[in-house]
């Protein structure tokens, strides 16, 4: 099995998919551009995603961009994200002025920062990546946020460990495919629609999967960038069969201007 991850081994995405995947063969990629295009041109059959997290929130342009290259949600992993300060070995929390990592991380690990003021944040491509260059270039007085995983591959000293803002910190990730590959057992679906501009659209949207016992566990609005300040909405529904969300559709359509299938897929329980 080859699947593209946004980093590289020692990645939070390549935990992801080690937990998903046997005899897996990895492709690391830069960014999440990089990873929706290559499961887009076939270069492999499935990519992991992050699609949000549970304290910094939804990750909006990855929704972009599932559509953007017509992909398609095949499944979703919950992860719980433990994030380590590590650097090399001779080093202490003093001795660091700069912390290196993935914007999300620094973003869930802000707090942890406000008592060392004089440490730089600095973002970059990934969290894994950030450890190995450390490892890699001996960067002294310089530290990565990453995870345990990634400090025993790298061999780096974890300075402080668990130091994100809320201790159950948890990070959603979604299985991506070209092809739509629809499982019987599904009951889960994620939807990305535009309302139409009448009064009162959107409540009779939610009025109506409340009747078909849909229940929406998300909805979030995203730009329409084509059109400024006009915005879609993506939402995950919920359901018991794969007929009762095929009602709902056939429902629903009426209502809205436009809606596309994001994805038909199980849900990941908690």
């Given amino acids: ?35 929706a295009l290559a499961v887009s041109n076939h270069e492999v059959k499935t990519g992991i995603m992050a699609i949000g ?47 290196q990592s993935h914007p999300m991380a620094l973003l869930q690990c802000k707090s942890f920062f406000r008592k060392y003021p004089h440490i730089k944040l600095v973002e970059t491509d990934d969290t894994a990546a950030a450890a190995l260059r450390i490892s890699e270039e001996k960067k002294r007085g310089v530290a ?42 599904a009951n889960k679906a994620t939807i990305n629609f535009t309302a139409s501009h009448e009064s009162g659209s959107l409540a009779k949207i939610l009025t109506k999967l409340g009747e078909l016992h849909i229940n929406l566990s998300k909805i979030q609005s995203v730009h329409i960038i084509e059109k400024p300040f006009l915005f879609s909405f993506v939402a995950d529904l919920e359901f018991e069969n794969l007929k009762q969300f095929e009602e709902a559709q056939l429902e629903i359509g009426i209502l809205v201007e436009s809606m596309k299938i994001l994805g038909v897929y199980k849900s990941h329980t908690l």
């Fill in 53 to 99: 997290n549970s304290i910094a929130g939804s990750i909006l342009p990855n929704y972009g961009l599932i559509k953007e290259h017509d992909l398609k949600i095949t499944g979703e992993y919950y992860l719980n994200i433990q994030h380590q300060l590590m650097a090399l070995y001779d080093q202490e929390i003093m001795d660091i002025k700069e912390v």
């Fill in 144 to 185: 990565a946020i990453a995870s345990k995983h990634a400090a025993q591959l790298y061999d780096l000293k974890i300075l402080n460990d668990d130091v994100q803002e809320v201790k159950n910190n948890t990070t959603r990730f979604v299985v991506l495919e070209a092809r739509e590959r629809i499982n019987n057992e």
């Fill in 1 to 35: 099995m080859k699947v593209a991850i946004q980093g590289i081994r020692g990645s939070y995405h390549h935990q992801v998919a080690t937990q998903l995947y046997q005899n897996l063969e990895l492709l690391e990629c830069s960014s999440f551009d990089q990873l």
